[in-house]
T-cell receptor
C-alpha cells in the first residue's frame, strides 16, 4: 500500500462549482497535513495546513482532516479557471523538521 | 512576500559531470530541504538540514549527493557524477515551524 494515495484525475468542473479533493494515508504518525497547488513546471505553493483532526477555512478553501479514517480533503468553493492546477496533499510527523510525504497530485481543470 | 529562490532555473549537463544547484531559503527559517520531481511523478524527499547538519535523508540521497550551507544564506545541493536518471526538477524548500515553502525549482537535464 502506498503511504499517501491521491486520485490523479483529471477532474474537470464548470466555473463556480464546488470542488472536493481527497487523500488517504496509511501512516498513523502523520500529524500535520498540507495542501499545495502546483502549476506546470513550477514549485508547489502552500495553500493550507492543518494539525491533527478538524477543519480549517481560508477564503474559498476548506481543509478537513479525519485521522480516525486516515482521510483528508480540500474543498474549493466558487471555483475559478485560475484554480486549474495540480493539487498535492502532503503530510509529516510531529517534528518541525520532518520530511513531507506527498501524494501524487490531482489535476483540476475549471472550465469557464 | 519572502520567497525561496533557486538558481539556475535550467541546467543541462553531460553524464558524469558534477552539478551544484543553489538555493536562498527564507531568511528566518531554520529547516531546509531538497526534494525532486521526475516528470509526471510524485515529489520525492531527498534530504533535510537543520542546525548545520543533515537531519534526515532518503534512500535516493546516496554518496553522489551532498548538501552545504556555506555562508549562512545559501543552501546548495551537489551531485558529484550525474547519471541520466538524475534528470528531474529539483526543489529547495525552507520551513519555520509548520509550513514548508518551495522554490520554483531547477530543471536538471542530464544528457
Amino acid at each position: 500500500q502506498k503511504e499517501v494515495e491521491q486520485d490523479p484525475g483529471p477532474l474537470s468542473v464548470p466555473e463556480g462549482a464546488i470542488v472536493s479533493l481527497n487523500c488517504t494515508y496509511s501512516n498513523s504518525a502523520f500529524q500535520y497535513f498540507m495542501w499545495y497547488r502546483q502549476y506546470s513546471r513550477k514549485g508547489p505553493e502552500l495553500l493550507m495546513y492543518t494539525y491533527s483532526s478538524g477543519n480549517k477555512e481560508d477564503g474559498r478553501f476548506t481543509a478537513q482532516v479525519d485521522k480516525s479514517s486516515k482521510y483528508i480533503s480540500l474543498f474549493i468553493r466558487d471555483s475559478q479557471p485560475s484554480d486549474s492546477a495540480t493539487y498535492l496533499c502532503a503530510m509529516r510527523g510531529n517534528n518541525a523538521g520532518n520530511m513531507l510525504t506527498f501524494g501524487g497530485g490531482t489535476r483540476l481543470m475549471v472550465k469557464p | 512576500e519572502p520567497e525561496v529562490t533557486q538558481t539556475p532555473s535550467h541546467q543541462v549537463t553531460q553524464m558524469g559531470q558534477e552539478v551544484i544547484l543553489r538555493c536562498v531559503p527564507i531568511s528566518n527559517h531554520l529547516y531546509f530541504y531538497w526534494y525532486r520531481q521526475i516528470l509526471g511523478q510524485k515529489v520525492e524527499f531527498l534530504v533535510s538540514f537543520y542546525n548545520n547538519e543533515i537531519s534526515e535523508k532518503s534512500e535516493i540521497f546516496d554518496d553522489q549527493f551532498s548538501v552545504e550551507r556555506p555562508d549562512g544564506s545559501n543552501f546548495t545541493l551537489k551531485i558529484r557524477s550525474t547519471k541520466l536518471e538524475d534528470s528531474a526538477m529539483y526543489f529547495c524548500a525552507s520551513s519555520d515551524r509548520v509550513g514548508a515553502f518551495f522554490g520554483q525549482g531547477t530543471r536538471l537535464t542530464v544528457v
